[in-house]
């Protein structure tokens, strides 16, 4: 069983930037295929971004392309989300994804799922 723990939400200003992180245990971490999605309220829960097992692929929503980057540290078991630019409408709560199932376009969906993390953009 795999568990994510995601830390960096927060309260930012339209124009900055956060980065999110999200901790792996319990499995091989670079077998996993990680990623993240948001939610907003009201609305489903959306893709946002996906990096295969070796980092080497990355994947992106059209909505976030050039402003969000995802890195992995496989040596710290950790996925990071570098959101810069950031957009009233990039309010939601983000959630953390992980599969050994790998990812190869922005259809991937995780087998679990971190508790998620609030950010919140000011106008």
């Known amino acids: 069983q795999v568990q994510l723990v995601e830390s960096g939400g927060g309260l930012v200003q339209a124009g900055g930037s956060l980065r999110l992180s999200c901790a792996a245990s319990g499995g091989t971490f670079s077998r996993l295929a990680m990623g993240w999605f948001r939610q907003a309220p009201g609305k489903e829960r959306e893709f946002v971004t996906a990096?295969?097992?070796?980092?080497?692929?990355?994947y992106y929503a059209d909505s976030v392309k050039g402003r969000f980057t995802i890195s992995r540290d496989n040596a710290k078991n950790t996925v990071y989300l570098q959101m810069n630019t950031l957009k009233h409408e990039d309010t939601a709560v983000y959630y953390c994804?992980?599969?050994?199932?790998?990812?190869?376009?922005?259809?991937?969906?995780?087998?679990?799922w971190g508790q998620g993390t609030q950010v919140t953009v000011s106008s």
């Open positions: 990096i295969i097992w070796g980092g080497g692929n990355t």
């Open positions: 994804g992980a599969s050994q199932r790998n990812a190869y376009n922005q259809n991937w969906y995780p087998d679990y």
